[in-house]
Nanobody, 123 residues
Framework: QVQLVESGGGLVQAGGSLRLSCAAS????????MAWFRQAPGKEREIVGN????????YYADSVKGRFTISRDNAKNTVYLQMNSLKPEDTAVYYC????????????????WGNGTLVTVSS
Protein backbone atom coordinates (compact mmCIF):
# COMPACT_ATOMS: atom_id res chain seq x y z
CA GLN A 1 0.00 0.00 0.00
CA VAL A 2 1.39 3.36 -1.04
CA GLN A 3 1.54 6.01 1.65
CA LEU A 4 2.68 9.61 1.55
CA VAL A 5 2.97 11.43 4.86
CA GLU A 6 3.68 15.15 5.03
CA SER A 7 5.11 16.94 8.03
CA GLY A 8 6.63 20.28 8.95
CA GLY A 9 3.70 22.64 8.58
CA GLY A 10 2.85 25.27 11.13
CA LEU A 11 2.44 28.95 11.86
CA VAL A 12 5.16 31.34 10.74
CA GLN A 13 5.45 35.09 10.36
CA ALA A 14 5.76 36.69 6.98
CA GLY A 15 9.35 36.59 5.81
CA GLY A 16 10.04 33.39 7.71
CA SER A 17 10.91 29.91 6.54
CA LEU A 18 9.59 26.38 6.86
CA ARG A 19 10.70 23.03 5.51
CA LEU A 20 8.10 20.45 4.67
CA SER A 21 8.89 16.76 4.35
CA CYS A 22 7.01 13.98 2.62
CA ALA A 23 7.90 10.41 3.52
CA ALA A 24 6.88 7.81 0.96
CA SER A 25 6.42 4.07 1.25
CA UNK A 26 4.91 1.24 -0.71
CA UNK A 27 6.37 1.82 -4.17
CA UNK A 28 9.85 2.31 -5.71
CA UNK A 29 10.15 5.96 -4.77
CA UNK A 30 13.09 6.76 -7.05
CA UNK A 31 11.14 5.82 -10.18
CA UNK A 32 8.55 8.55 -9.82
CA UNK A 33 8.34 12.26 -10.32
CA MET A 34 7.07 13.88 -7.15
CA ALA A 35 5.26 17.15 -6.70
CA TRP A 36 4.00 19.58 -4.12
CA PHE A 37 0.57 21.12 -4.48
CA ARG A 38 -1.28 23.53 -2.24
CA GLN A 39 -4.86 24.51 -1.66
CA ALA A 40 -5.85 27.74 0.01
CA PRO A 41 -9.31 28.21 1.57
CA GLY A 42 -11.92 28.72 -1.13
CA LYS A 43 -9.45 28.14 -3.95
CA GLU A 44 -8.59 25.29 -6.26
CA ARG A 45 -5.60 23.07 -5.69
CA GLU A 46 -2.55 24.38 -7.54
CA ILE A 47 0.87 23.04 -8.24
CA VAL A 48 3.80 24.46 -6.31
CA GLY A 49 6.46 22.50 -8.15
CA ASN A 50 7.79 19.09 -9.04
CA UNK A 51 11.03 17.16 -9.17
CA UNK A 52 12.25 14.41 -11.45
CA UNK A 53 13.40 10.92 -10.49
CA UNK A 54 16.98 11.81 -9.65
CA UNK A 55 16.38 15.29 -8.33
CA UNK A 56 18.39 16.86 -11.13
CA UNK A 57 15.44 18.74 -12.61
CA UNK A 58 12.77 20.82 -10.94
CA TYR A 59 9.85 22.99 -11.94
CA TYR A 60 8.26 25.80 -9.92
CA ALA A 61 5.13 27.84 -10.27
CA ASP A 62 5.82 31.52 -10.92
CA SER A 63 4.29 32.45 -7.57
CA VAL A 64 7.00 30.59 -5.62
CA LYS A 65 9.97 30.71 -8.00
CA GLY A 66 13.09 31.99 -6.25
CA ARG A 67 11.59 31.43 -2.78
CA PHE A 68 10.81 27.70 -2.66
CA THR A 69 13.11 24.75 -3.35
CA ILE A 70 12.13 21.13 -3.90
CA SER A 71 14.64 18.38 -3.24
CA ARG A 72 14.57 14.66 -2.64
CA ASP A 73 16.57 11.99 -0.89
CA ASN A 74 15.88 8.68 -2.60
CA ALA A 75 17.79 6.76 0.04
CA LYS A 76 15.29 8.04 2.60
CA ASN A 77 12.25 7.92 0.29
CA THR A 78 11.60 11.54 1.16
CA VAL A 79 10.89 14.71 -0.78
CA TYR A 80 11.29 18.15 0.73
CA LEU A 81 9.90 21.61 0.18
CA GLN A 82 12.05 24.42 1.55
CA MET A 83 9.99 27.58 1.77
CA ASN A 84 11.72 30.91 2.34
CA SER A 85 10.48 34.50 2.37
CA LEU A 86 6.99 33.29 3.12
CA LYS A 87 4.05 35.55 2.40
CA PRO A 88 0.50 35.53 3.80
CA GLU A 89 -0.71 34.39 0.38
CA ASP A 90 1.32 31.19 0.83
CA THR A 91 -1.15 30.13 3.52
CA ALA A 92 -2.62 26.80 2.42
CA VAL A 93 -2.70 23.09 3.00
CA TYR A 94 0.32 21.63 1.25
CA TYR A 95 0.17 18.17 -0.30
CA CYS A 96 2.82 15.95 -1.80
CA UNK A 97 1.86 13.67 -4.65
CA UNK A 98 3.36 10.90 -6.72
CA UNK A 99 3.13 11.19 -10.49
CA UNK A 100 1.43 8.47 -12.54
CA UNK A 101 1.31 9.80 -16.10
CA UNK A 102 0.35 12.84 -18.07
CA UNK A 103 0.86 16.56 -17.61
CA UNK A 104 3.10 17.20 -14.63
CA UNK A 105 1.32 20.38 -13.63
CA UNK A 106 -2.12 18.76 -13.50
CA UNK A 107 -3.36 17.24 -10.27
CA UNK A 108 -5.20 14.56 -12.26
CA UNK A 109 -1.83 13.15 -13.35
CA UNK A 110 -0.98 12.10 -9.80
CA UNK A 111 -2.30 8.89 -8.32
CA UNK A 112 -1.22 9.03 -4.70
CA TRP A 113 -1.53 11.93 -2.30
CA GLY A 114 -0.67 12.66 1.28
CA ASN A 115 -3.22 14.03 3.71
CA GLY A 116 -1.65 17.46 3.67
CA THR A 117 0.01 19.74 6.17
CA LEU A 118 -1.25 23.22 7.01
CA VAL A 119 1.01 26.21 6.56
CA THR A 120 -0.21 29.50 7.98
CA VAL A 121 1.72 32.69 7.34
CA SER A 122 0.79 35.66 9.51
CA SER A 123 1.29 39.24 8.41
Amino acid sequence: QVQLVESGGGLVQAGGSLRLSCAASGRPFSRYFMAWFRQAPGKEREIVGNINWSGSNTYYADSVKGRFTISRDNAKNTVYLQMNSLKPEDTAVYYCASHLSGTLSSSSSYDYWGNGTLVTVSS
